[in-house]
T-cell receptor
């Protein structure tokens, strides 16, 4: 069965440093997508970055990049030059194979990141 | 640019009361979802709707019903609220047709059942 594992319940990083949040996944499908979301203390879920299983390049969006290692089934989020506003919960999710007209997301339990000044 | 709008933002109910959580999206998305989020348990899918007129159970559907009123609106109903349904509820929507489309979330409804 498809599964997402985020092994770091909590992380700390100094402001302006880079941080890597781990995500490993388990799937037997060849076609899948991986997503990262941010949830600040205010509660909203914010989409950050997407990586497709067939993408040859690692995805990047501003200060966010995804270290995609397909053979190891890992999709780690890298945040460069951390800012105080990066303090939040971060969720990794995987798109299930198509079932009918729908592709549901499978979610990890999240990593809480605290950025220290 | 409203995106996904959920109402209400907060609600307190007594055990046994009923209520409907409303969700509307203005992005012309086909798929809509209802999740609940509890501490330490991540996001759990309650129900989803792949298109107008269709609904399917997710991981934790017991105690809930849904209605896909039209393409824009997807409501979640608690017929007889229980304390175990105290949670934060999120509605989301997405475009389908490719695996790269993210789900877009509303701001959530914080529901407490006494």
């Amino acid at each position: 069965a498809q599964k997402i594992t985020q092994t770091q319940p909590g992380m700390f990083v100094q402001e302006k440093e880079a941080v890597t949040l781990d995500c490993t996944y388990d799937t037997s499908d060849q076609s899948y997508g991986l997503f990262w979301y941010k949830q600040p203390s205010s509660g909203e879920m914010i989409f950050l970055i997407y990586q497709g299983s067939y993408d040859e390049q690692n995805a990047t969006e501003g200060r966010y990049s995804l270290n995609f290692q397909k053979a190891r089934k890992s999709a780690n989020l890298v945040i460069s030059a951390s800012q105080l506003g990066d303090s939040a919960m971060y969720f990794c999710a995987m798109r299930e194979p198509r079932v009918g007209n729908n592709r549901k997301l499978i979610w990890g339990l999240g990593t809480s990141l605290a950025v220290n000044p | 640019n409203a995106g996904v709008t959920q109402t209400p933002k907060f609600q307190v109910l007594k055990t046994g009361q009923s209520m409907t959580l409303q969700c509307a999206q203005d992005m012309n998305h086909n798929s809509m979802y209802w999740y609940r989020q509890d501490p330490g348990m991540g996001l759990r899918l309650i129900y989803y709707s792949a298109s107008e007129g269709t609904t399917d159970k997710g991981e934790v559907p017991n105690g809930y019903n849904v209605s896909r009123l039209n393409k824009r609106e997807f409501s979640l109903r608690l017929e007889s609220a229980a304390p175990s349904q105290t949670s934060v509820y999120f509605c989301a929507s997405s475009e389908e047709g490719g695996s790269s489309q993210p789900q877009h979330f509303g701001d959530g409804t914080r529901l407490s059942i006494l």
